[in-house]
């Protein structure tokens, strides 16, 4: 079965400490997009990935960081840096820029 | 820039009746449209896409959508609703020549029998 994973579902982490986030496709899709979920405020795009080892900025990119040394991963960072880390954090994937995004189930991280 | 607006935060409608989430969306391009469904703490599912030809597009589970470029509106409909439609419904627009797409703030159905 093709599909994105993330993982874990939930995550708590203390304040100050950095925590990456798992984003993994097998759709064999090019590329690869990181959102963050707030209540009512939908969701924004923090950063995104067209092609391997290229990625850009978002609308919200200061505090997270990414990588994407492979075609199927696609890891979040979330820094000490970010202000506001309690969130839903969803990743996407999309065969081409014609088509729709398919979503990961999305992870929970709530920083204390 | 484009934008999306979902001026309704919350629908509640009763078992068996009709519903329309609206949408609206402003871009000086081409667009692609799409509304997408979220159950809690899940990922979002594709309810359906205008990418072009037909302004009365067909989705998943009953729904339906029809492309208006005048009105610059996409709007969701379902003659009648099942309580398992209760989620939360979000309008998302892309411009044809570019990668990103825009969300909308979400509409929340709560439907009650």
């Known amino acids: 079965d093709g599909g994105i994973t993330q993982s874990p579902k939930y995550l708590f982490r203390k304040e100050g400490q950095n925590v990456t986030l798992s984003c993994e496709q097998n759709?064999?899709?090019?590329?690869m997009y990181w959102y963050r979920q707030d209540p009512g405020q939908g969701l924004r795009l923090i950063y995104y990935?067209?092609?391997?080892?290229?990625?850009q900025k978002g609308d919200i990119a200061e505090g997270y960081s990414v990588s994407r040394e492979k075609k199927e991963s696609f890891p979040l960072t979330v820094t000490s840096a970010q202000k506001n880390p309690t969130a839903f954090y969803l990743c996407?994937?999309?065969?081409?820029?014609?088509?729709?995004?398919?979503f990961g189930p999305g992870t929970r991280l709530t920083v204390t | 820039a484009q934008s999306v607006t979902q001026l309704d935060s919350q629908v509640p409608v009763f078992e068996e009746a009709p519903v329309e989430l609206r949408c609206n969306y402003s871009?000086?391009?081409?667009?692609?449209l799409f509304w997408y469904v979220q159950y809690p703490n899940q990922g979002l599912q594709l309810l359906l896409k205008?990418?072009?030809?037909?302004?009365l597009v067909k989705g998943i589970n009953g729904f339906e959508a029809e492309f208006n470029k005048s009105q610059t509106s996409f709007h969701l409909r379902k003659p009648s609703v099942h309580i398992s439609d209760t989620a939360e419904y979000f309008c998302?627009?892309?411009?044809?020549?570019?990668?990103?797409?825009?969300f909308g703030t979400g509409t929340r159905l709560l439907v009650s029998p």
């Open positions: 871009s000086s391009v081409s667009v692609y």
């Open positions: 990935s067209q092609i391997v080892n290229d990625f």
């Open positions: 205008y990418l072009s030809g037909s302004t």
């Open positions: 998302a627009v892309k411009n044809t020549g570019f990668q990103k797409l825009v």
């Open positions: 996407a994937s999309v065969r081409d820029r014609a088509y729709e995004q398919y």
């Open positions: 759709l064999n899709h090019d590329a």
